[in-house]
């Protein structure tokens, strides 16, 4: 059993990783600020297994994070606390330097200490992994990006996780701090915020209101399946080379309009209404700096450590609706709280693509 200090492992991705813990007999120190992303039901049912623990509290605190590290001895650290909607950071840019660049530098903080405190045993078998995403690497006209490829993050939320990947890579070159960087595509799945895209247009088409679409909708993005994401990272705290970046991509492009017609495809199979909810669909203003294209090469991960997603874009979006069809008291109080949360303007209305 290897004790895990889980960041912002109430959100989306990171309850899903938390309960492939569990699954696993793992032991999980689960750290969440629960702000609006963060949401207590995704893990409710963990509450009853020992190994679990959730924590109330924030990265920023350095000196809570040092006694947690203290107490629990996690032997991997993985940081997912981020805020992560593209919207919220184009209208308050500094709470995403404050978490994702600030914050993140303050658990590096800690996790040094606590790391070069341990036995070199302790120390060698150690890892801290960052959790990251495609936008760092900015707009891909054509090809797809590697771990080589030059940053050029297009929005203060890029910007910000852009600037805790060059610290997380800054204390392994300076500390030798065993850390290790991911670069996700979009993820999709159960428990996400209703902020986002494919959850968003879910919810609209269950209560009869406006699918609404940036722009064109001919932005393409790679859609990977939440546990598919959860798989890759486990292959990587195991055997990823500390130091490395690694991305991974479901090869699952599609354009956002595609998106929302499959969504809508497949409600009218499984939960038919009078008229196709394809119906539902308009095109709205795009936002501002919105990237037309992001696209990752895996081949790295594939091919080092031997991981391919599992579930195919069609396969992945049929469960996730089934996930939200069973859900919908969840749904609907998620959707409270982000259109109570969300006074930063029109357009996050109309469904996130981002992680």
Not at 168 to 176: E, L, R, S
Not at 240 to 246: L, S, V
């Amino acid at each position: 059993m290897t004790v895990f200090f889980v960041t912002g492992g109430a959100g989306f991705i990171g309850s899903n990783f938390a309960h492939r813990l569990i699954d696993e007999s793992h032991s999980v120190i689960n750290l969440d600020v629960l702000n609006y992303a963060g949401n207590l039901k995704n893990i409710d049912d963990l509450s009853r297994f020992e190994q679990h623990t959730f924590v109330h509290g924030s990265i920023n605190d350095r000196a809570f994070v040092t006694s947690l590290l203290s107490e629990h001895r996690p032997s991997v650290i993985v940081n997912f606390a981020a805020e992560t909607h593209v919207d919220r950071s184009i209208d308050n840019p500094s709470v995403f330097v404050r978490t994702n660049v600030v914050g993140t530098h303050e658990l590096l903080l800690a996790t040094l200490v606590y790391w070069q405190a341990l036995s070199a045993q302790d120390r060698a078998k150690f890892r801290f992994l960052q959790v990251s995403t495609d936008e760092v690497y900015g707009p891909v006209a054509v090809g797809r990006c590697t771990e080589l490829s030059r940053y050029a993050p297009s929005s203060p939320y890029a910007a910000s996780k852009a600037a805790a990947e060059h610290l997380v890579q800054a204390y392994y070159n300076t500390y030798g701090l065993p850390a290790l960087v991911t670069n996700c595509s979009n993820n999709y799945g159960p428990r996400q915020l209703p902020e986002k895209l494919i959850p968003k247009m879910i919810s609209c088409a269950l209560s009869g209101r406006t699918m609404g679409i940036y722009g064109d909708g001919l932005h393409r993005r790679d859609w990977l399946y939440v546990n598919d994401h959860c798989n890759a990272l486990m292959r990587i705290i195991d055997g990823g080379r500390p130091g490395e970046c690694y991305n991974v991509g479901g090869h699952g492009e599609q354009s956002n309009i595609e998106v929302v017609q499959a969504v809508c495809d497949y409600l009218d199979r499984v939960r038919p209404a009078k008229e196709s909810y394809r119906k539902l669909i308009r095109f709205v203003a795009d936002r501002p700096g919105h990237d037309r294209r992001y696209s990752i090469d895996p081949a790295k991960l594939e091919r080092e450590l031997g991981w391919l997603p599992k579930v195919t874009f069609e396969a992945g979006l049929s469960q996730t609706v089934d996930w939200y069809l069973e859900n919908r008291e969840w749904c609907e109080r998620a959707r409270s709280d982000v259109d109570r949360d969300a006074d930063i303007g029109s357009g996050m209305r109309f469904g996130e693509t981002e992680k």
